[in-house]
């Protein structure tokens, strides 16, 4: 059974860092590429991030580029999300995302994590 | 970037009802499109992938068609527990994109 359980989310002040993780279990991990997806209190989905299966190749949404780095341990079984410079505007639930191939693009999401609550706030 | 426009944003209908939802993109993306279901509280679970291609455990009143920049899904006969969110993604191209989200109310 695939598995994935986010941890890391909590209270940060603006221009604060966060490092969510995502554990994954029930498949080849190092196969498939994962992705970072969020959604603020009542609002839509947002692609944050990609990540391919050897992490060689990440991809980046344009609201977090230059402040979010994406990477994973495959000898883990874990992808994280470092976040800095963070703002009130990255309030969300963070879900880590297993997509069901090793390619960012072409592809879709086939398993959810149950998704972590990030708050940014003074 | 590209663009995602879904629509409506909302609608209203009954158990029984057809109801159709449409996502267009500001540029090509051949068939890269899929369908999320976000009930309440929980995260999105995957419709259709590839615009057309219904996931393994999906009831058939569901549907996805289209090419190029329009896409539509359609749910045939609307269930109880099809009230939802419906989501569309992108994926020809990274950054990946998400539509609105139509929210499918009785």
């Known amino acids: 059974e695939v598995q994935l359980v986010e941890s890391g989310g909590g209270l940060v002040q603006p221009g604060g860092s966060l490092r969510l993780s995502c554990a994954a279990s029930?498949?080849?991990?190092?196969?498939?590429?994962m992705s970072w997806v969020r959604q603020a209190p009542g609002k839509g989905l947002e692609w944050v991030s990609g990540?391919?299966?050897?992490?060689?190749?990440?991809h980046y949404g344009d609201s977090v580029k230059g402040r979010f780095t994406i990477s994973r341990d495959n000898s883990k079984n874990t992808v994280y999300l470092q976040m800095n410079s963070l703002r009130a505007e990255d309030t969300a639930v963070y879900y880590c995302?297993?997509?069901?191939?090793?390619?960012?693009?072409?592809?879709?999401?086939?398993?959810w994590g149950q998704g972590t609550l990030v708050t940014v706030s003074s | 970037d590209i663009q995602m426009t879904q629509t409506p944003s909302s609608l209203s209908a009954s158990v029984g009802d057809s109801v159709t939802i449409t996502c267009r993109t500001s540029?090509?993306?051949?068939?890269?499109l899929n369908w999320y279901q976000q009930k309440l509280g929980v995260a999105p679970n995957l419709l259709i992938s590839?615009?057309?291609s219904l996931q393994s455990g999906v009831p058939s009143r569901f549907s996805g068609s289209g090419t190029g920049t329009e896409f539509t899904l359609t749910i045939t006969g609307l269930q109880p527990e099809d009230f939802a969110t419906y989501y569309c993604?992108?994926?020809?191209?990274?950054?990946?994109?998400f539509g609105g989200g139509t929210k499918v109310e009785i």
């Open positions: 995302a297993k997509l069901n191939r090793n390619s960012i693009v072409g592809t879709s999401i086939d398993y």
């Open positions: 029930g498949f080849s991990f190092r196969n498939y590429a």
């Open positions: 990540i391919s299966g050897s992490g060689g190749s990440t």
């Open positions: 540029q090509t993306i051949s068939t890269y």
């Open positions: 590839g615009t057309s």
């Open positions: 993604q992108q994926t020809y191209n990274a950054p990946l994109t």
